[in-house]
């Protein structure tokens, strides 16, 4: 479609790029890394296609399918990249004698592989990104922060704030992982049934990191990105089928699923958040909820069979099954989840479990139980600069008549979310909290 006159309409095509961007960029990244077989090289190659259609798109207007024109450009930009490296090769053979025809047979063969494989569906190439990202040669911070940057196309800032770290701190990680990968020349596979379990764990970080971040977006002015919840799943159930007898994997499943079971009723008809207590239940997916239990019901016997409790990931699909299980927010049992967030809190030792303990708590016992956890937290390192924690606070300051304290409360809150979406909900109830009859729902539920 050929683009509109003036700047605005750059702006818009600008704005296509970068969503057409956020979508393909990981399909992209795998495809290339399977054929170049280095993860930097694939990633950079990639980001030069994202550089061609900054520059044809505002000139020439959006192809009618722009994952395949970026495809295409990718392919061309591997081709190229694969005949300099046989001109490199041929001039240092050069050297020493003639290059040998079996070899350049070999070499033209090669880029017609690039070509050919180029323009196949991609099929399982991300769960192979994954396990790549995912390798032991690196450390387990760095295997999930280079899943999460290639997989989920996330800036290193978004990435940072999901480990509650520096920005640099990730950026430096990235850059020696993809060093590191090259260096030990891991090969672009799913490794064999002896080695999945040693990389198990990071795996499942990095796929439901990436849900995560479909589900509450950390930036931007969307509340969702459900295209990232939709392919953390599909990894989820790929995995599921890969490795059937772990109990964590099905766990995990069992969690997206009934998370994403409520994203209908998660958004309204702005686009703005509506918060767990306030959604129309009948609006949940109702599949999703039972595929969810049936998963949850498998990772329960797979644990008791092996004479284990349940992973954070399986108790964390316990938590979400009880509100899945709830015809109204009334019936939630609440003690049930306090009970599940203990031992969720003993197993992961994480500030954000307790937080959301705590809301629990309130929920269970009251605003007035429940606000000294909160508050014990306030010294927390990892929660300094983590919106939720004032977001709670004032929550139950609300509930508990503190209005004025609540309101500032919620006024920090916002201005420490990057959620735009996120940010006018918190803005509106710190609003609320001046006059009577301020809204009562828990902040930190979605």
Wanted: charged share 20%.
């Amino acid at each position: 479609m050929p683009p509109s006159a003036g700047a605005g309409a750059d702006d818009e095509v600008r704005a296509t790029v970068c969503a057409v961007w956020r979508i393909e960029s990981a399909r992209l990244i795998g495809a290339l890394t399977r054929r170049v077989r280095d993860l930097g090289v694939a990633e950079q190659l990639a980001q030069d296609a994202l550089v061609a259609a900054l520059e044809h798109w505002p000139r020439e207007g959006v192809p009618d399918n722009p994952a395949a024109w970026l495809m295409a450009t990718a392919r061309n930009l591997a081709l190229d990249h694969l005949r300099r490296q046989q001109v490199r090769a041929a001039q240092e053979s050069a050297l020493s004698h003639a290059l040998d025809l079996r070899h350049a047979i070999a070499a033209q063969a090669q880029a017609q592989a690039v070509d050919d494989a180029l323009d196949d569906t991609v099929g399982d190439d991300l769960l192979r990104l994954i396990f790549t990202a995912c390798h032991p040669v690196l450390s387990a911070q760095a295997r999930v922060a280079l899943a999460l940057r290639v997989l989920g196309g996330l800036g290193t800032d978004e990435i940072a704030r999901s480990f509650l770290v520096p920005e640099a701190t990730i950026a430096q990680r990235i850059v020696r992982a993809k060093r590191s990968l090259a260096e030990a020349r891991v090969p672009f596979e799913v490794p064999p049934a002896g080695e999945l379990p040693q990389r198990l764990g990071a795996v499942l970080e990095v796929i439901y990191l990436v849900f995560n971040e479909g589900y509450a977006a950390t930036s931007g002015g969307d509340w969702m990105r459900p295209a990232l919840c939709e392919e953390a799943m599909r990894l989820g159930r790929v995995l599921a089928r890969l490795m059937p007898y772990e109990p964590e994997v099905h766990g995990l499943v069992a969690l997206m699923e009934l998370q994403a079971s409520r994203n209908a009723a998660r958004v309204g008809p702005g686009g703005e958040p509506v918060l767990l207590l306030a959604q129309v239940r009948s609006r949940w997916d109702r599949l999703l909820i039972g595929r969810g239990l049936a998963a949850l019901a498998n990772a329960e016997k797979l644990a008791a069979g092996r004479g284990q409790a349940l992973g954070p990931y399986a108790l964390q699909a316990a938590i979400a099954a009880c509100h899945a299980r709830a015809a109204d927010a009334s019936a939630t049992d609440w003690p049930r989840i306090v009970a599940l967030y203990d031992a969720l809190v003993e197993v992961t030792g994480s500030p954000v479990v307790e937080l959301n303990r705590a809301v629990a708590v309130s929920m269970a016992f009251g605003a007035s139980t429940a606000l000294p956890l909160v508050e014990a937290l306030a010294d927390e390192p990892a929660l300094r600069h983590y919106h939720l924690l004032p977001a709670v606070r004032a929550d139950l300051l609300a509930r508990l008549g503190r209005l004025d304290e609540a309101a500032a409360e919620f006024e920090r809150a916002a201005a420490l979310t990057r959620n735009e979406r996120e940010r006018q909900v918190l803005a509106a109830r710190a609003h609320q909290c001046r006059p009577p009859g301020a809204d009562r729902g828990p902040a930190a539920l979605h």
